[in-house]
């Protein structure tokens, strides 16, 4: 069983395997570390990844890309639409259950749509089949991460494209956050944090289409992010997208067309931009070739880029990275110089002037090592490590160092609900969830004549469960939606209502119930109603006091004296505390209606998943059968012409070639060229049953003369054992070396015999002494021969007692002495030992002096 973490990013996506040795980054079957994330779709086929990226340029209507950029969006929004502008040629439409984003695509010779959330499990599908190749287990596990800046509709689309693809979901993990815990686990684990000062580190991460800056605090095994801040269209795509109009406004002063405009130009554009911009990271680079083959109308295009032009271009981009450094700096409560390391991650970080930049906005030494940044991390493998980590700390299959991390809320979040009912009072105590989550539930409360409450501030510790308590008797809606303040950083267009619930509160009898309602901000970052529970007051009969008696009641007058003293003029009786009241949880049904796919377009889509699956091996194994076929007709022509032409007929050559030539046309010029699995077993077993009989009397031709030989070697063995002398051979009788003699003989006859039969036929002609006929003649051969050859000696009989002369002379009545007794020499047998001396205390001694050597040396050992 595999666990994995997969970074799944706008370009590409890695895999990391978590294992006992640490976190590998898996291997695609193209030995890549980074798969294209890409899902393309021809005929009856659709391609994942890399073989989709093959094909992206030629197939580019039915191939979805930047399915990171618009999962969980609505089609409507402006960010959605500029996006959609930027893919041309590919046909988008919004989806009416949802109003999220659909792409139309021809799949099964029919046009389909296909959501963004299917496209990104088909994705998820290929990591998992790429995990699985390269692990060799099956994955049950992962983690997967996701931008911090996602929306809670987002957030939901992405955890059902993992039930889609099947893929067990432990977490979505903020890129910033496993990119931090891949920094800290192994640091912390040597112990260069301390327990008690928090070091404080930046992560700058510039991907392809994003920039993020956060701020995380280590201690000994745990971090915190403490801010982070975002940019959401500031990546490497920008500057290649800077390159590309460059290149397109050169081509166009040449030649008067505009290539920006052409869907294939374009993408010929972008891959010249994106080499061009590789060309131009290292530093002291100054001037990238640029050259472009066909790039419209058979035009090809030669140019150069300067490094200067480039920063010129791109000064806009640059001056983009300083609002969420500063800003991430803002929100931490931090200096520039209160931070021990500033680390850079992102394949577009490469660029030079980004980390002279980076390092000016941050006041570094421009004049250290890559300018005072730090680059300990692998700039595309950070995350996907950060992520497997975190799959083997949340898999019950993995026990790994404790290691606590505290995430941040992205948005603030609150709750509306109808202002006719107010709610309770605020009761400060806390209260540790039944669950047993990480953080203890807070009473939350509005003050009066409120009916909204922000219960999740930005930056706030998650996972984290707040609870809110109302007093209502009937079913009450509550609205969760995002704050205002959270408006200005979302994307123009977002829905800010994230989700509404409903209560179903059951009371008994007239009294208004409180109920609790307990909210929780999960590990994926995405908010839910957890449960509700109706606080019902359990109402306790006072006790009647029994009587008492009259030594009873003086001595209470006189403890009441006593306790009376200090305080004259007050009642001598104390007045009893009032009984703290106590409640009954009823848990509550709750309405909460899950963002995006409802349950039946839900199952829909794991259906729909399962049979192109399905369809996908099918097709594998009637391409492989399809192959079987194509290989085995170019091999057999060229060997009934070579090494088979001995072993074949003039008729048979002639029939069995013209049976390849029609196999051929009808696999490349007929119906051939596509059908099922069971027609392509069938024509290569109609050819094999040609060419099947050639090839065996080859191969019976090449194996009988070692068959033979190891025949006559068992003949020759056993006649030498027939005629040995050999004392272990001295209780074999001659009727048994008889019965082996005849059979040497008569195995040597029949083999004899047979080659004589066979070596007056051809090789073209069917053996009649074949290498099983031998082989089965030698086993016999063997199991008539073997037993006598291995039979074992008799066992010697026993010798009689004789009787000595001594025993003779003896008494009969006297005992006999045991025979296999040691006889001590040079002892009197007729000496008896002495006595064993008294001690002094009159009992019989023991002679301490010596010792059992094996009984001491137990003892020393026991000890």
Not at 306 to 318: C, H, R
Not at 407 to 430: C, F, G, N, R, T
Not at 609 to 618: A, N, P
Not at 808 to 829: N, R, W, Y
Request: glycine share 6%.
């Amino acid at each position: 069983m595999a666990v994995v973490g997969i970074d799944f990013g706008n370009l590409n996506c890695v895999i990391a395997q978590a294992g006992r040795g640490g976190v590998d980054v898996l291997l695609n079957g193209a030995s890549k570390r980074q798969n294209a994330c890409a899902v393309s779709f021809q005929g009856k086929e659709r391609f994942m990844g890399d073989e989709a990226n093959a094909i992206a340029r030629s197939n580019y209507k039915n191939t979805s890309v930047n399915m990171k950029r618009l999962i969980g969006r609505k089609f409507s929004e402006q960010e959605v639409q500029e996006e959609i502008a930027d893919l041309p040629g590919r046909q988008f439409e919004e989806m009416p259950d949802t109003g999220y984003v659909g792409m139309k695509v021809n799949y099964n010779d029919a046009e389909e749509t296909m959501t963004m959330e299917q496209c990104c499990a088909m994705m998820l599908t290929k990591a998992m089949q790429i995990a699985e190749a390269s692990a060799g287990a099956k994955v049950v596990d992962a983690v997967v991460s996701v931008p911090g800046y996602w929306s809670d509709a987002q957030r939901q689309s992405m955890i059902q494209a993992c039930n889609i693809a099947g893929l067990n979901c432990l977490r979505l993990m903020h890129e910033n956050t496993a990119t931090a815990l891949a920094f800290g686990i192994f640091k912390s684990a040597k112990g260069l944090f301390d327990a008690e000062k928090p070091t404080n580190v930046m992560f700058l991460d510039l991907g392809h289409a994003s920039f993020t800056a956060s701020c995380v605090s280590f201690q000994t095994g745990k971090l915190a992010v403490k801010s982070a801040s975002y940019d959401r269209s500031l990546g490497g795509r920008e500057f290649d997208n800077l390159i590309a109009k460059y290149i397109a406004d050169e081509f166009k002063a040449k030649h008067g067309l505009d290539a920006w405009e052409n869907p294939k130009a374009k993408m010929k554009l972008m891959a010249a931009a994106e080499k061009a911009k590789k060309t131009l990271s290292p530093k002291g680079v100054t001037e990238a070739p640029i050259s472009v083959e066909c790039l419209m109308e058979d035009l090809d295009f030669n140019c150069k880029l300067t490094l200067e032009n480039l920063m010129e271009m791109a000064e806009p981009l640059l001056a983009r990275l300083e609002v969420p450094i500063r800003e991430a700096l803002e929100v931490a409560g931090l200096t520039p110089a209160e931070l021990s390391s500033v680390e850079i991650v992102g394949g577009s970080t490469r660029l030079e002037f980004v980390k002279a930049r980076m390092s000016k906005v941050l006041d570094l030494d421009a004049s250290a090592i890559n300018m005072g940044l730090s680059t300990t991390m692998n700039a595309d493998e950070s995350v996907c490590r950060g992520c497997a980590l975190q799959a083997a700390m949340l898999s019950t299959r993995f026990k790994v160092k404790e290691f606590n991390i505290y995430e941040a809320v992205s948005y603030p979040v609150k709750l509306s609900w109808d202002p006719i009912d107010q709610m309770v009072e605020d009761e400060k105590e806390a209260e540790v969830e039944e669950e047993g989550d990480k953080k203890e539930g807070e009473d939350a409360a509005a003050e009066a004549g409120a009916n909204e409450l922000v219960v999740f501030k930005k930056n706030d510790s998650t996972p984290l469960i707040r609870r809110v308590t109302f007093k209502r008797r009937e079913p009450f809606t509550v609205t969760a939606t995002y704050d205002e303040a959270a408006m200005s950083e979302l994307p123009p267009g977002t829905d800010p209502v994230i989700g509404q619930f409903t209560v179903h509160p059951t009371p008994k009898d007239d009294v208004v119930p409180k109920i609790r309602v307990n909210i929780m901000h999960d590990l994926h970052g995405i908010l839910t109603c957890k449960s509700a529970q109706m606080m019902e007051e359990i109402k306790e009969e006072p006790k009647a006091e029994p009587g008492a008696s009259e030594d009873a009641k003086a001595a209470e007058g006189k403890e009441g004296d006593q306790a009376a003293s200090p305080a004259e003029g007050k009642d001598a009786e104390a007045e009893e505390p009032p009984r703290k009241k106590r409640y009954k949880k009823v848990a509550l049904n709750v309405d909460w209606p899950t963002p995006g796919l409802d349950a039946t377009r839900l199952q829909s889509c794991i259906d729909k998943e399962t049979q192109m699956q399905d369809q996908d091996l099918l097709i594998t194994a009637t391409n492989n059968a399809k192959n079987d076929v194509e290989s085995y007709i170019y091999s057999m022509r060229d060997k009934v012409i070579d090494s088979l032409r001995p072993y074949c007929t003039d008729d048979e050559k002639a029939k069995f070639e013209e049976a390849l030539t029609n196999a051929e046309n009808w696999l490349y010029y007929e119906e051939g060229y596509d059908c099922s699995k069971a027609e392509y077993e069938g024509k290569l077993q109609s050819l094999k049953a040609l060419g099947s009989p050639i090839e065996r009397r080859q191969v019976e031709t090449q194996t009988r003369e070692p068959t033979v030989n190891s025949l006559k070697k068992s003949i020759q063995d056993y006649k030498s054992f027939v005629s040995s002398t050999d004392e272990k051979y001295a209780h074999i009788t001659d009727v048994e070396r008889d019965i082996v003699r005849k059979a040497c003989a008569d195995e040597e006859a029949w083999i004899y015999d047979q080659l004589e039969a066979q070596g007056k036929l051809p090789a073209n002609v069917d053996p009649v002494l074949t290498c099983n006929i031998i082989s089965q003649h030698q086993r016999e051969f063997q199991d008539k021969c073997r037993p006598i050859m291995t039979k074992p000696k008799p066992a010697p009989a026993p010798k009689p007692k004789e009787n000595s002369k001594e025993d003779e002379g003896k008494d009969a009545s006297e005992p006999a002495a045991d025979a296999d007794a040691p006889k001590a020499e040079g002892v009197d047998p007729n000496f008896a030992p002495p006595p064993p001396a008294a001690d002094a205390d009159g009992s019989e001694g023991k002679d301490d002096a010596i010792e059992d050597p094996m009984e001491t040396e137990d003892a020393k050992q026991i000890d």
